[in-house]
């Protein structure tokens, strides 16, 4: 696996990336950053070359894959028709951290869409994520660059550790920025609905769209009845090795000074419990209270008071309680408004719906 390193991100000459759009043009694997989380990508009009995604990262071949576009004139080859929503949710929010559902043209692969009619669509805003499409000169189908199970990368470090060797380059732009992964939305049906969510919020969306609905799916543990309307929405994504307990409050009681009070002291409860009996305990806590934490490797996640910094450092962490081998995980949790709502779905999946009331 080659890593190309590019000089200065404000800055990128055609030349960093010229083999990367070769690699991808003629069927091979290519790990780039963009706004959301390292991408692992393949040319999505080619089935053989998506089939070796699937490979790399170990992924169910029934998931399908996002096809990233440069620019927004790529999606007419790509789907049936672009429905008003579709066409709204463009002009609002592209380029930028925001997938979108269309009916599927016989131009791409059933490979490529894991059997369905329908593609799902993104034109990320990173400049080198758009540069080195734009220089394939093909849609780019990639999902995150992890290994399936494992949290997503937003560092090339990440993407290293899981795809050495398994592929054919690396494309090392810095961290990401905002560190979860894109809001996806099915415009394919009468009711625009959000299937992932992400940092386009559904408060952003209602005020594009109006009317917005949200996957039952994603709000809580899947009984036999909801099926995820995003396929890989169904498989214990983002999990940490260690056991994840989060610590919520109350539903209705949100994240007011009491309510954190007794997250903390929760915490600090179950925390001593296990390391009294000799576990290797992790507790996720913010910069606000970081200081309050008796025992345990303790790392703050980012700041309450700045859910992007959340967002930003969430897969991180996980990685890191990983690397640090510990047996237990307490965390915190946060409101599920505005961009709270993506961060309490990864962090309720990694817990494996693992919620304590408190
Ligand atoms: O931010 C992102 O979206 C990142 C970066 C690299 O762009 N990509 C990403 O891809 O998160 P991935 O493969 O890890 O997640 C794609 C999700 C999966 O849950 C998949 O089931 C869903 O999108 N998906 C893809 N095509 C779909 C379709 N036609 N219908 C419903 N869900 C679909
Ligand atoms: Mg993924």
């Known amino acids: 696996t080659k890593r190309v390193k590019i000089e200065d991100t404000a800055r990128i000459h055609d030349r960093e990336l010229l083999e990367a759009a070769e690699i991808l043009r003629e069927g091979g694997l290519v790990a780039f950053p963009t706004e959301t989380v390292y991408g692992l990508g393949a040319n999505a009009l080619d089935e053989a070359a998506a089939r070796k995604i699937y490979e790399a990262k170990g992924r169910p071949s029934d998931n399908p894959l996002i096809a990233h576009v440069a620019d927004p004139e790529d999606v007419e080859a790509l789907v049936e028709y672009i429905p008003e929503n579709g066409r709204k949710l463009m002009e609002a929010f592209w380029p930028g951290p925001l997938t979108m559902i269309f009916p599927k043209s016989p131009a791409v692969p059933y490979g490529t869409t894991g059997g369905l009619d329908t593609v799902a669509i993104r034109m990320p805003s990173d400049p080198v994520a758009n540069r080195l499409i734009a220089l394939a000169g093909v849609p780019v189908a990639a999902p ?5 199970g494992r949290p997503s990368p937003t560092t090339a470090d990440h993407v290293w550790q899981d795809m050495n060797g398994r592929i054919d380059m690396i494309i090392d732009g810095g961290p990401v920025g905002i560190g979860v992964e894109s809001t996806i939305v ?6 625009p609905t959000v299937l992932r969510p992400g940092a386009i919020t559904m ?14 799916a994603i709000l809580g543990p899947m009984g036999a009845d909801v099926k995820p309307k995003a396929p890989g929405m169904k498989y214990k994504h983002y999990a940490p090795k260690a056991e994840l307990t989060l610590v919520e409050p109350a539903e209705g009681q949100g994240e007011d000074a009491a309510a954190v009070e007794r997250m903390i002291l929760r915490v600090n409860e179950l925390a001593k419990e296990k390391l009294a009996a000799g576990s290797r305990v992790g507790i996720i806590c913010t910069d606000e209270s970081r200081d309050r934490y008796e025992g345990g ?5 980012g700041a309450r008071a700045k859910k992007e910094t959340v967002a930003h450092n969430l897969y991180a962490v996980l990685r890191e309680f990983d690397d640090l081998k510990v047996d237990y995980i307490y965390s915190e949790s946060f409101s599920e408004d505005h961009l709270g709502q993506a961060i309490m779905n990864r962090l309720s999946k990694a817990a494996g719906y693992h919620i304590e009331r408190v």
């Open 203 to 216: 408060e952003m969306l209602r005020e594009v769209l109006g009317e917005v609905k949200i996957d039952p």
């Open 297 to 301: 490797l303790v790392r703050s996640i």
């Open 186 to 191: 099915d415009v394919s049906c009468r009711i």
């Open 144 to 148: 995150s660059a992890n290994t399936s």
